[in-house]
C-alpha cells in the first residue's frame, strides 16, 4: 500500500497561484491512478484532476485551463498548478492513489483564496 501527504496549502489573495504537492510513499508502482479532491465548507467533496500511471490527465470541466495535474517520478510527487484562483477555490485540497490494493487518501492541505 501507499501513504500520501499533501502539502502547499496556503492563504492567496484571488488572481494569484498556488502548486500543492502529495507525496507519495510504499508501494509506488502499484498506483493506477492519482486524483486531487477538494472539499469546500458545507459541500461535497468533488473531483478535481486526474493522472493515470500512462501519463493522462482529465480535469473538472470548471477549472480546465486553470489547473494542472503533474508527477515527479524521481521526487514520488504528484504537483496540481492552480492559477487564477477566486474565492471559490477555497477548499481543503486531498490527495487520492487507487492501487491494486484499494484507495487511499491523504490528510488534505487547506487552501483559502481571500478577495
Known amino acids: 500500500q501507499v501513504q500520501l501527504l499533501e502539502s502547499g496549502g496556503d492563504l492567496v489573495q484571488a488572481g494569484g497561484s498556488l502548486r500543492l504537492s502529495c507525496a507519495v510513499s510504499g508501494t509506488i508502482s502499484s498506483i493506477n491512478v492519482m486524483r486531487w479532491y477538494r472539499q469546500a465548507p458545507g459541500k461535497q467533496r468533488e473531483l478535481v484532476a486526474t493522472?493515470?500511471?500512462?501519463?493522462?490527465?482529465n480535469y473538472a470541466d470548471s477549472l480546465k485551463g486553470r489547473f494542472t495535474i503533474s508527477r515527479d517520478n524521481a521526487k514520488n510527487t504528484v504537483y496540481l498548478q492552480m492559477n487564477r484562483l477566486n474565492t471559490e477555490d477555497t477548499a481543503v485540497y486531498y490527495c487520492n492513489a487507487v492501487d491494486r490494493w484499494g484507495t487511499t487518501w491523504g490528510q488534505g492541505t487547506q487552501v483559502t483564496v481571500s478577495s
Open positions: 493522472l493515470t500511471s500512462g501519463g493522462s490527465t
